[in-house]
C-alpha cells in the first residue's frame, strides 16, 4: 500500500499557534517604544550630593596608596608558603606525566 505524505503544516494567522504568536509578537511590537523610553538614561550621571561633604571627607583615616604587602610579614613562612606551591605543582605534573607514560604503554 502506498502511503500519501501528509502536507506540512504551516504557522498561518488561521491556526491557533499561528495567531498566538502573532498576538504576542503584536504585543511586543506595541510595547517596544514604552520600554525603550523608560530606560533611555539623562547625558551626565547622577551624582550623589551631601551637604556636610568636607566633613565626610576629613573623617575618612589616613591610609597609604597601596595596602596589599605592607606589615611584618614573616619571610620564613612566606618562604615556605611558596616552595610549597611550587613543589606541589611540580609534581602533580610529573605524577601525571608518568601516569600517562604508564596508561599508554610507553613507560612499563
Known amino acids: 500500500p502506498s502511503r500519501q505524505a501528509r502536507p506540512k503544516r504551516r504557522l498561518t494567522p488561521g491556526t ?4 498566538q504568536l502573532s498576538r504576542s509578537a503584536l504585543v511586543a511590537a506595541r510595547r517596544a517604544p514604552a520600554v525603550v523610553s523608560r530606560r533611555t538614561m539623562s547625558a551626565e550621571p547622577k551624582m550623589h550630593k551631601a551637604a ?9 583615616p589616613e591610609v597609604h596608596d597601596h595596602l596589599v604587602f605592607e606589615g611584618d610579614y614573616p619571610k620564613l613562612g612566606i618562604g615556605l ?8 605543582g611540580y609534581g602533580t605534573m610529573a605524577f601525571g606525566l608518568a601516569h600517562q607514560q604508564y596508561k599508554q ?4
Open 16 to 19: 491557533m499557534i499561528g495567531s
Open 81 to 88: 608558603g611558596v616552595a610549597a606551591v611550587v613543589i606541589a
Open 105 to 108: 604503554g610507553y613507560w612499563k
Open 52 to 60: 556636610e561633604w568636607e566633613t565626610i571627607v576629613k573623617s575618612r
